[in-house]
């Protein structure tokens, strides 16, 4: 079964993102992943400093490390705050990228070889669209092949019914086709 994790970069409560993240989550069962839920909130991560990873890398930073080492694609659901990546999001995906142990500067070994995908909600008319063009840079640099699909759900404020769940269908099919391309492309780099 492929290892997929689900990351929200936001914790803030009655997020658009995480209801979004957990559409994406029942998309992931039903295309048959094995998904784990990663609620950065439960994470203590200070801002990533060369001089903080010197003197103690933190025992947060490993834990989220090796659960996305584990994995066999990452899939990001990323509010857009100005344009870009949320400093949540950033500092995570900074941590995780960073060598423990014997690794080289460039091991990457949370990221390397695994397959990844982004989505995003908002309540501009563009649904986060800069921001996942950044997070796809970065992505692309810690070395994840990031498939081609992607979601971005615009007037989120809008998007989401009492129970949470996505009302227009264009959005809910590109959920589904997105997490079942992500789950293939995952399981193909895992082989």
């Known amino acids: 079964m492929t290892n997929i994790a689900v990351i929200v970069g936001s914790t803030r409560e009655g997020s658009f993102n995480r209801l979004l993240g957990n559409a994406a989550i029942a998309a992931l069962k039903e295309a048959g992943a094995n998904v784990t839920d990663v609620d950065l909130a439960t994470f203590d991560l200070p801002l990533y400093s060369a001089a903080i990873e010197a003197n103690a890398f933190p025992a947060d930073a490993q834990r989220l490390k090796s659960l996305f080492a584990a994995q066999d694609g990452l899939l990001f659901v990323s509010p857009e705050y100005n344009g870009s990546v949320p400093p949540l999001l950033k500092n995570a995906i900074d941590w995780a990228s960073r060598p423990t142990g014997e690794e080289s500067l460039i091991a990457l070994s949370a990221y390397r070889g695994k397959a990844s ?18 997070l796809r840079q970065i992505l692309s640099t810690i070395q994840t092949l ?3 699909e992607q979601v971005l759900v615009p007037n989120a404020h809008q998007a989401f019914d009492a129970a949470g769940n996505l009302t227009e269908a264009l959005p809910a099919s590109l ?8 789950v293939a492309v995952a399981g193909a780099l895992a082989a």
């Open 117 to 134: 995908a982004v989505m995003s909600a908002s309540i501009s008319p563009f649904g986060g669209l800069r921001g996942l063009l950044h």
């Open 175 to 182: 959920v589904q086709m997105t997490a079942n391309r992500l």
């Open 146 to 148: 990031v498939i081609p």
